[in-house]
Nanobody
Framework: QVQLAESGGGLVQAGGSLRLSCVAS????????RGWFRQAPGKEREFVAY????????YYADSVKGRFTISRDNAKSTVYLQMNSLKPEDTAVYYCAAGPILTVDRGRYDYWGQGTQVTVSS
């Protein structure tokens, strides 16, 4: 059984930082892309960033470029999302996902975590 588990969410003031983690278990992800998505109340789930598991290639949504950094630790099967200069509009449930290709399309990811809440106060 494949499982993804996020952690690291919480409440932070605008301008602050948080680091999210996502640990994978149950399967080898050596050829999988890993992505972060988020969903705010009343909105669709949107792409945040992805990273290639083997080559480390990264890509970001324009809304987070320059503020968020995605990285990975292959030995720990873990992907991270470092979030700096947080804004109230970053408030959402953040999900990690794994899939066979690097894409911003959430429909192309096969595995999802349960999500972690990030709340940014003004």
């Amino acid at each position: 059984q494949v499982q993804l588990a996020e952690s690291g969410g919480g409440l932070v003031q605008a301008g602050g930082s948080l680091r999210l983690s996502c640990v994978a278990s149950g399967r080898t992800f050596s050829r999988y892309a890993r992505g972060w998505f988020r969903q705010a109340p009343g909105k669709e789930r949107e792409f945040v960033a992805y990273i290639g598991w083997s080559d480390g290639n990264t890509y970001y949504a324009d809304s987070v470029k320059g503020r968020f950094t995605i990285s990975r630790d292959n030995a720990k099967s873990t992907v991270y999302l470092q979030m700096n200069s947080l804004k109230p509009e970053d408030t959402a449930v953040y999900y990690c996902a794994a899939g066979p290709i690097l894409t911003v399309d959430r429909g192309r990811y096969d595995y999802w975590g349960q999500g972690t809440q990030v709340t940014v106060s003004s």
